[in-house]
C-alpha cells in the first residue's frame, strides 16, 4: 500500500544534542510537509517543500532545517534541540499544494514521531 | 482571516448513541476546501472527506455523514450508532485555493470519548 512512513516513531535526544527525523513517501507526491504539534493542540505547520522549492513559515525558528535529496525522502533537521521542541512531529504529503483540480491537495499523514528532550 | 473554530473540546457519550462535531469557518474567498481528520492515540491523522466550496451536498460513508452550510459557515461531522474505536480528536480544516495558498488552517480538534 502506498503510504507515509516516519521514522524513527519515538526519539529521545538531549537537550542542545542535533536530531533527525525521517519521511519518506510511496505515493510520488510533489509536496512533502512538516508539522509540528504539541499535546493538546492543533499541528503547527513548520514548512513544506514542492518538489525541490523550499517554503519556510514565518514563524519557523531557524532551529529547524530540512532537507529534500529526491522526491520519496524528506528530513526535519533540529539543530540545538530545547526543551520546548519535545512534541510530535507529523510529515505529511499531497500531490499538488492547491486544489486547482480534483482533490489534489489533500494532505496524507505519516504516523508521527514523537521526539522527548531530556 | 481565515479561521476554524471547533468550539466543542471535548465531548463524550455511551456506545451506540449519535454524537455531532461542530467545524465553524470564516473565509473571504469563494473558493475554498474543507477537511475533517481523525488522530487516534497513536497518533496519526487519518483523512475522512475533503469537500468544495461549491458542492453543499450532504454526504454519508457509513456511520459517518457530513452537513455542510455555506450560509451558516459550517461543515458539521456527524458519527451515528458511535462505537469505542471512533475515540480519537477529530481536526476540522479549511484551504484556501483562489490566493493561491496551499496551508490548512487547522481548528483546535474536538475530543471524542465513546465510552463502552
Known amino acids: 500500500d502506498a503510504m507515509v512512513i516516519q521514522n524513527p516513531r519515538y526519539q529521545v535526544t538531549q537537550f542542545g544534542k542535533p536530531v533527525t527525523l525521517s519521511c519518506s513517501q510511496t505515493l510520488n507526491h510533489n509536496v512533502m510537509y512538516w508539522y509540528q504539534q504539541k499535546s493538546s493542540q492543533a499541528p503547527k505547520l513548520l514548512f513544506h517543500?514542492?518538489?525541490?522549492?523550499?517554503?519556510n513559515e514565518a514563524d519557523t525558528p531557524d532551529n529547524f532545517q530540512s532537507r529534500r535529496p529526491n522526491t520519496s525522502f524528506c528530513f526535519l533537521d533540529i539543530r540545538s534541540p530545547g526543551l520546548g521542541d519535545a512534541a510530535m512531529y507529523l510529515c505529511?504529503?499531497?500531490?499538488?499544494?492547491?486544489?486547482?483540480?480534483?482533490?489534489?491537495?489533500?494532505?496524507?499523514f505519516g504516523p508521527g514521531t514523537r521526539l522527548t528532550v531530556l | 482571516a481565515q479561521k476554524v473554530t471547533q468550539a466543542q473540546t471535548e465531548i463524550s457519550v455511551v456506545e451506540k448513541e449519535d454524537v455531532t462535531l461542530d467545524c465553524v469557518y470564516e473565509t473571504r474567498d469563494t473558493t475554498y476546501y474543507l477537511f475533517w481528520y481523525k488522530q487516534p492515540p497513536s497518533g496519526e491523522l487519518v483523512f475522512l472527506i475533503r469537500r468544495n466550496s461549491f458542492d453543499e451536498q450532504n454526504e454519508i460513508s457509513g456511520r459517518y455523514s457530513w452537513n455542510f452550510q455555506k450560509s451558516t459557515s459550517s461543515f458539521n461531522f456527524t458519527i451515528t450508532a458511535s462505537q469505542v474505536v471512533d475515540s480519537a480528536v477529530y481536526f476540522c480544516a479549511l484551504s484556501e485555493t483562489t490566493s493561491g495558498t496551499y496551508k490548512y488552517i487547522f481548528g483546535t480538534g474536538t475530543r471524542l470519548k465513546v465510552l463502552a
Open positions: 517543500y514542492y518538489d525541490k522549492d523550499f517554503n
Open positions: 505529511a504529503t499531497s500531490r499538488e499544494a492547491t486544489g486547482a483540480s480534483g482533490s489534489t491537495d489533500t494532505q496524507y
